[in-house]
């Protein structure tokens, strides 16, 4: 039996958080550029961190498909966000958690943003 290893569970967390995580940044981004007087240079930032997020998106996209791994629901529940997927013909379920994804978020973000030192400090 061939249930979801450990990299297809890292795919398919991914595969939650980044849309997440993108939305974040949109979401941000659209605050700072009606409330700062000079955006511009923080927006640079953000979008660099978009691309870099949205070229993880795929690639994981394709490492999905590559391992055959396919999420086929995702629903908000007061605890978090669950996934249904399908790996290697089994069905499985994720949970991942407010807390969890706040953090993971958080992290990931540090990350693309280019602040990655800073949270060792």
Do not use: W
């Not at 009606?34 to 979008?47: C, F, G, H």
């Not at 997927?85 to 993971?104: K, N, S, W």
């Amino acid at each position: 039996m061939q249930r979801a290893e450990s990299q297809d569970n890292l795919l398919v967390k991914s595969y939650i958080l980044l849309p997440l995580i993108l939305s974040a940044f949109e979401r941000d981004a659209s605050a700072i550029a009606s409330e700062l007087r000079t955006p511009a240079p923080y927006l640079e930032v953000i979008q660099s961190a978009v691309h870099a997020a949205s070229a993880d998106l795929r690639e994981v996209r394709a490492g999905m498909h590559a391992r055959g791994l396919k999420v086929y629901e995702q629903q908000r529940l007061e605890a978090g966000v669950e996934a249904k997927f399908v790996c290697r013909g089994y069905h499985e379920r994720m949970l991942l958690l407010d807390d969890v994804i706040a953090a993971q978020a958080t992290l990931h973000m540090r990350r693309y943003l280019g602040m990655e030192k800073m949270e060792q400090g």
